[in-house]
């Protein structure tokens, strides 16, 4: 019988969601990006959802991108002016 889902730790509950997505990923198909929840209660974490072809992969931690500024300038001037 499966658990409930009160019955999950958080880190299970994230491990679970990620196999229900990544099991069935029609719905997650054409998107590609990063979801963060910072998760607050009796069970505590930062997770960091990263959706990319189809596939999710959930991270605990922050992991955090770094760019110099010209390429980001760069980026936003050729996409938006």
Do not use: C
């Amino acid at each position: 019988m499966a658990k409930a889902i009160r019955e999950y730790s958080l880190p299970e509950l994230m491990e679970r969601i990620e196999e229900i997505f990544n099991a069935n990923p029609e719905p997650i198909k054409d998107f590609n990006g990063v979801v963060q929840y910072d998760v607050h209660g009796e069970e505590t974490g930062t997770y960091q959802h990263f959706f990319k072809d189809g596939t999710l992969t959930i991270k605990e931690g922050v992991e955090t991108h770094r760019m110099s500024p010209w390429p980001y300038h760069t980026i936003i001037l050729r996409n938006f002016y």
